[in-house]
């Protein structure tokens, strides 16, 4: 069966940092993109950051030179190291792998999600 777990959030002051990570099970993250979205309360759910095949990193605006995203292939896991946290970024957390060589900020490219983290910034 297909999987991916994330874990790594919780309650965090502003300024703090978390480190999310993406467990795969039943498939191999090498053949596969893999996208950090999230979803706060009555928004939609966005792109926040994305990892080619190959290694390649985008971000949205909203989290550029605070997040990154890397990836253990070894460990068949990704991670989104977040900090310098602000309220703002208070949202369920959730990764999705595409297979294809590019990511994509777009939700509707993803094939499989995992269930989501809470992450929640807030003194």
């Known amino acids: 069966q297909l999987q991916l777990v994330e874990s790594g959030g919780g309650l965090v002051q502003p300024g703090g940092s978390l480190r999310l990570s993406c467990a795969a099970s039943?498939?191999?993250?090498?053949?596969?993109?893999i996208g950090w979205f999230r979803q706060a309360p009555g928004k939609e759910r966005e792109g926040v950051s994305c990892?080619?095949?190959?290694?390649?990193?985008n971000y949205a605006d909203s989290v550029k030179g605070r997040f990154t995203i890397s990836r253990d292939n070894a460990k068949n896991t990704v991670y989104l190291q977040m900090n310098s946290l602000k309220p703002e970024d208070t949202a369920v957390y959730y990764c999705?792998?595409?297979?294809?060589?590019?990511?994509?900020?777009?939700?509707?490219?993803?094939?499989?999600w995992g269930q989501g983290t809470q992450v929640t910034v807030s003194s």
């Open positions: 039943g498939f191999t993250l090498d053949y596969y993109a």
């Open positions: 999705a792998a595409e297979r294809a060589y590019g990511c994509s900020g777009d939700v509707r490219e993803y094939n499989y």
């Open positions: 990892i080619s095949r190959g290694g390649s990193t």
